[in-house]
DNA sequence: AATGTTAATGCAACTTGGTTGCAAAAGTAA
DNA sequence: TTACTTTTGCAACCAAGTTGCATTAACATT
């Protein structure tokens, strides 16, 4: 169920996601505490994930990141593209490169993650 | 700062790492609850990873899985590999297989984590 | 424009995985 | 056996995320 009414919520939130840098659901909510309660931040989030218009990954400390996808719908998400997580910096975004994946004997598989973590252009070093 | 004492909430806790297969920390808490507090569960894990012995993953539900490392030290861990995870039976295990990660412009890798989704050899359909 | 319906929101309270501080217990070297 | 230091258990805490419910806001219909 995503989302049916263009609310001043779904706007705020859309509004964070103008680059391609991916947003933690506690950044987003740090970021609309004047506007949004946590709550809603999280529904909204989820609603809009399930529209496709947004994918969420975890980091290496479990918490969540969002970015905008570029070509999921509701019925079929395509967000097997890698991430990119700067360890000194922190900043994370989606990586436009194909990783394959050998198969893997007796599994059927149906999703993968993947997180690659180092140093960003800016961090270098 | 690993282990350094050979405990028996050490000894109790090698003893589930039987086989390859991998165990969330909420599971070892369950299993081990007459014996140990989960505070020290969560410690001695944490220790064991120090020393090589186990290493961690998370999952896409952002709980933490424990698994014995094959060819880690101290100074060196070495858990490059994917992890599976059935979404079935919810089973997690490591992959002994290589994935090659593609040269990212601009950015210098220090590790990579890949978790693969899907169902298991006894889960198929 | 006013109204009725239903989705969306805010709030407070809760859940869950994990952490911290500290006194008591257990390893280890002598 | 003693002395020293690590490890443990406990209770209290923390942070991210969820839930229930009454209120508010979209929006289709009139």
Redesign the pocket.
Known sequence: ??????????EFLLAEFQSTEAL???EL?GRLDS??????????L??LEDDGVLHSF?DNS???WYAKCKSCTKSKHFDGHPHFQCLSCGKVDCLNINVYLPEIPNRQVTVSQILIQGNCEFCAN
């Open positions: 169920m995503g989302i049916i009414r263009k609310t001043q919520s779904v933690s659901a506690i909510i506007k949004l309660n946590k709550t809603t931040v999280y529904r909204v989820d609603k975890l479990g918490i969540r």
